[in-house]
């Protein structure tokens, strides 16, 4: 018996050939939450399973990192932190940076890394890049209790003055903006490497050199006043400076240098957003 639909019959969406600026649909990825959430849960799964210390690499890579900056950049370079303890300086930037840098990695080749299920079954693009940005922010949440625990040592045991200000409100609204840029930035560029396969080597130099505009090694107050305009164009800075400002009491920023950072975070997001959704219908048959 052949199944037939009438024209006016009703459909929840329609899968089609056709890509537009503006088809993205809110109840489309809302009716795919769950797999949402399971892609979140396997990407856990993964990364920890058939490891010798399993989820324990959360924190131990960025305490590996940590020991490395206060040895290099602590020690044999002599970086001023101020009167903030350089184990607590460096580590802020570590897992603020860490979150930026896996986010933006992890996005930045998506169809290629995610070809094999792009090309087989249909779901809403963007559920990849969410579940990766789910994923990064589920990690650096565990690791903020190894920078508690590290607080809650230089509090009781180096009596390290206790910091509280209205800033720290705005943490959250901080991580959540570094967040959106790295997505942002792994959209525009999972388009360019599914296109141009040798942008991966670029993609890869080009974060590096990037942290060194970035004050995550070294406060703002550091930078000639020459050169500081190359670092405060940058929007994560702000973003970085008040992090620390919030959690350690020092930092240099204004009210100006946030509205920015927050603008044109926010413009990139739905930018890239909108072109990620116009070109990732077309580019199954390129990759």
């Known amino acids: 018996m052949a199944l037939s639909a009438g024209t006016n019959d009703h459909w929840d969406w329609e899968v089609g050939s056709r890509s537009t600026w503006g088809s993205w649909s809110f109840q489309e990825l809302w009716a795919y939450r769950h797999l ?12 920890y399973q ?36 350089p184990v607590l300086f460096f580590l802020c930037g570590i897992l603020l940076w860490g979150l930026c840098n896996d986010l933006f990695t992890g996005t930045a080749f998506i169809f290629t890394w995610y070809n094999y299920l792009y090309s087989k079954v249909y779901f809403p693009r963007l559920i990849i890049p969410f579940s990766i940005t789910g994923t990064h922010l589920a990690r650096f949440l565990i690791q903020l209790v190894l920078l508690l625990v590290v607080f809650v040592y230089y509090w009781f045991w180096r009596s390290q003055p ?15 903006l570094v967040a959106a840029f790295s997505l942002s930035l792994g959209l525009l560029f999972s388009i360019l490497t599914a296109r141009y396969r040798d942008l991966s080597n670029i993609v890869h130099l080009g974060i590096r050199l990037f942290m060194f505009v970035t004050p995550v090694i070294y406060p703002l107050a550091l930078v000639p006043q020459g050169i500081r305009w190359l670092v405060t164009i940058n ?33 990139m997001l739905v930018l890239s957003l909108v072109w990620f959704n116009k070109q990732s219908a077309r580019l199954i048959d390129v990759v």
């Open 162 to 176: 206790v910091v509280l200000n209205v800033w720290l409100l705005f943490v959250p609204i901080a991580v959540l």
């Open 36 to 47: 949402l959430f399971r892609f979140i849960r396997r990407d856990f799964l993964l990364n």
């Open 235 to 267: 929007p994560l800075t702000a973003l970085f400076e008040v992090f620390r400002y919030a959690l350690l009491g020092q930092g240099s920023f204004t009210a100006g240098q946030l509205a920015y950072s927050s603008l044109s975070i926010i413009l």
């Open 50 to 85: 058939q490891t010798i210390l399993g989820p324990l690499w959360i924190v131990l890579q960025p305490v590996l990192t940590l020991v490395v900056y206060v040895l290099v950049f602590g020690k044999w370079i002599g970086v001023s932190t101020g009167t903030v303890p």
